[in-house]
């Protein structure tokens, strides 16, 4: 979703209001691992769509690891994309990328992963050569977007639930199908766009909260940023992390803002004592918090949020 794409009235991308469909509440009942994914085929005019939100809305999917990958394949469309590459991957494997992109690559991928999941994956010599491999083979794939700071994170999510070609087409997909790769433009027009869009959301939907942190001159620039472009890996606990994806696959760009805002109303980021939490303690707060957030509670209030249109 490059320049000249449809964007709504609010600046997100048309597709993040297609079949916003919310279960009811007898729909959330625990599932067993009985998804079929006959479900997906001709995705997204499936008939059973409702089936697909309403496992994916759940906190305690029962998905396994191999399944979800599959699953988020399916979704973003890269399995089809995939299938018509004509072994595209292997040849941009084989392309010699900028000495500059070769070392912000490598610079990234030997910095820590805080979300443990991810370290646990991504720390073996083979894992990060495929890492390296995928954001390698993207910066040929696309020269204009080549790579920047947060893709490393996206990649690394995506190698712990699937295979290293298979990460590279849903990456594909999730920069230019869903607009990543809009926020990663070097003059940042879209990034830059939704950072003035945010702090209105905040103030009409937790106006308490949005007095307080501009009171601190606590600029969203300081956390929704990081949040945005890492897709919340870099700090979010890894449970509810991957239910974001799950709702971004289905949804898009909208729910980056919808879950940002329930975070903005989530213990423990949110409690009775923030609200005397100065401006030098806060960005520790922002940091230490998220991986506490019960992935429960975050669907709830991510559900709650309608955006408009």
Request: aromatic share 12%.
């Amino acid at each position: 979703m490059y320049e000249g794409s449809p964007l709504d009235s609010v600046g997100l991308s048309v597709l993040a209001h297609a079949g916003n469909h919310i279960p009811d509440e007898a729909s959330q009942t625990e599932v067993r691992e009985d998804w079929d994914m006959n479900w997906l085929e001709g995705w997204p005019n499936s008939p059973y769509r409702k089936q697909v939100e309403a496992i994916l809305w759940k906190p305690n999917d029962g998905l396994s690891d191999q399944l979800r990958g599959r699953i988020w394949m399916k979704l973003s469309r890269a399995e089809a994309l995939k299938e018509k590459s004509h072994h595209l991957y292997s040849r941009l494997l084989q392309g010699d990328a900028a000495m500059s992109t070769k070392k912000n690559i490598s610079a990234d991928i030997s910095r820590s992963f805080p979300n443990v999941r991810i370290r646990q994956a991504i720390n073996n010599p083979a894992k990060k050569e495929q890492l390296r491999n995928v954001l390698t083979a993207y910066s040929h794939f696309d020269p204009k977007v080549d790579y920047c700071q947060g893709m490393n994170f996206i990649a690394a999510m995506l190698l712990v639930y699937l295979e290293e070609e298979d990460a590279f087409w849903v990456l594909v997909n999730m920069m230019q199908f869903y607009g990543i790769g809009d926020l990663c433009r070097k003059d940042m027009p879209v990034l830059t766009k939704y950072l003035d869009l945010f702090p209105k959301l905040l103030a009409a939907y937790n106006p308490k909260v949005a007095k307080y942190l501009q009171s601190l001159d606590f600029t969203q620039y300081l956390y929704f940023t990081e949040w945005i472009t890492t897709l919340f890996v870099y700090r979010l606990g890894h449970q509810a992390c991957v239910k974001v994806w799950d709702l971004f696959f289905l949804y898009g760009q909208e729910i980056l803002f919808r879950a940002s805002l329930a975070l903005l109303s989530t213990p423990p980021l949110i409690s009775d004592d923030f609200f005397t939490i100065k401006m030098e303690n806060m960005v520790i707060h922002f940091r230490d918090t998220l991986s506490r957030v019960d992935p429960a509670e975050l669907l709830v209030k991510t559900q709650a949020i309608t955006l408009p249109k």
